[in-house]
């Protein structure tokens, strides 16, 4: 009987101990859910090209984590651009650093610039799109890919300073691309 008394001690303590490490001292993964929305925005007058999205970042445990920086690689054919300038916000944009994600997340509009000196053209095509996320003392992590096409006549309006909205449909599981002249 002592046995079974103490293997019950000794598991319910592991349980315990367990739940303690999972919910209180382990970080967690961070995590992005699908964008709602992803902008490219092409160049006008002295407003470089960017890429936003509106997306929730979230931790997977009760332990927040500090998110020190994001970008966005885009891909196309053999091309590489990484947009790492990056701030954040739905009303007046601050610069990325020192976002605080907890379990309960954080919803925001996501802005990525060019690096100052670097250029960029919306050709038509298949574009890759990665979203990379680095948290303290961490590398930077890829959260997020998506498949987008740009046509002839997107690539051409976005070279007239105009903007491609790509639009989650969650009924059709796509994006719905439109253009639209008024930039954010």
């Known amino acids: 009987m002592e046995y079974i008394t103490l293997t019950l001690s000794i598991v319910a303590l592991t ?14 993964t961070l995590k992005m859910t699908r964008p709602s929305i992803i902008c490219f925005l092409g160049q006008n007058g002295k407003d470089e090209p ?17 998110v020190q920086n994001m970008f966005i ?4 054919s053999e091309t590489i651009q990484n947009f790492n300038v990056w701030a954040y916000n739905d009303d007046e944009l601050v610069r990325g ?3 605080f994600v907890n379990k309960g997340g954080v919803s925001s509009y996501h802005h990525f610039l060019l690096p100052k000196n670097e250029s960029w053209d919306f050709s038509a095509g298949l574009y890759e799109l990665e979203v990379f996320a680095e948290t303290v003392n961490k590398r930077p992590k890829k ?5 987008l096409t740009l046509n002839n006549e997107q690539s ?29």
Request: glycine share 8%.
């Open 15 to 28: 349980i315990s101990g367990l739940t303690f490490w999972l919910t209180k001292i382990r970080k967690g």
């Open 97 to 99: 650093s020192g976002l």
């Open 50 to 66: 960017k890429v936003f999205i509106r997306t929730l970042l979230y931790g997977t445990s009760d332990q927040g984590q500090y």
């Open 156 to 184: 051409l309006d976005l070279k007239k300073g105009k903007a491609v909205y790509f639009d989650w449909v969650p009924n059709q599981q796509d994006y719905l691309s439109h253009v639209d002249s008024h930039r954010t």
């Open 143 to 147: 959260i997020f890919e998506q498949k």
């Open 73 to 76: 690689r885009l891909k196309r």
